[in-house]
């Protein structure tokens, strides 16, 4: 089995998830800031997979051990299914005017989605993860999860990341950013994409 791999993110909130539920799993992760030489990719492709089969295999090819990486976001249907792949950046896009960042890019990007969302009355979203893990010159698989939910009017919770705090499970009452992780880790787009791909790495390695 797999006990080492390179977590293909920057996000320190998205890394701290990874190490969590891999830890479960007795998978140690390393990220990109332990790599000595650094590597820049734009995620330019138009879906969630393209840009992490992206990054998967640009990072695995260049360090040479094994990568998870992944693209995940944030799809409201009354947007159409934005913010979308765009979800990290959704403030700086031109769909629905662009957000200034008076404190940080997360609270621009929650601020132009409730100003979108003002006077709709469909709420309805979900979480989407899409996880690819890569070994150089040997093979790669992937795997998608879904949390479903809706957005309400004002943040909440303090204990995620990115929409975490406007963002409803289904079933639930509490916003994601007021769950606990192991809670949050369970019901997750990113908890459920990981588990699934862990199963498929166990029947191949």
């Not at 890394?15 to 830890?23: A, D, G, M, P």
């Not at 009355?121 to 999860?145: C, H, L, M, Q």
Request: charged share 35%.
């Amino acid at each position: 089995m797999l006990d080492k791999v390179l977590v293909a993110t920057t996000n320190k909130g998205k890394l701290k998830e990874f190490e969590q539920i891999l830890s479960q799993f007795g998978i140690q992760v390393i990220s990109l800031e332990d790599m000595k030489q650094k590597v820049e990719i734009e995620e330019d492709r138009e879906t969630f997979l393209e840009n992490a089969i992206k990054k998967a295999k640009i990072y695995g090819d260049f360090y040479k051990i094994p990568v998870i990486a992944e693209d995940a976001g944030l799809e409201v249907e009354a947007l159409n299914g934005y913010p979308g792949v765009y979800s990290a950046r959704f403030y700086d896009i031109d769909f629905g005017g662009k957000e200034t960042v008076k404190e940080n890019k997360d609270v621009a990007n929650i601020n132009k989605l409730l100003r979108l969302l003002k006077e709709k009355e469909n709420r309805e979203a979900r979480f989407v993860s899409v996880v690819v893990f890569y070994k150089p010159e040997d093979f790669g698989i992937w795997t998608e999860g879904y949390c479903y939910g809706k957005i309400i009017d004002k943040p909440r919770g303090n204990k995620g990341f990115g929409y975490d705090p406007v963002f409803i499970p289904e079933g639930y009452t509490k916003t994601m950013a007021e769950l606990d992780p192991e809670e949050k880790n369970r019901i997750s787009h990113r908890g459920k994409a990981v588990k699934k791909l862990l199963e498929k790495l166990r029947k191949l390695l």
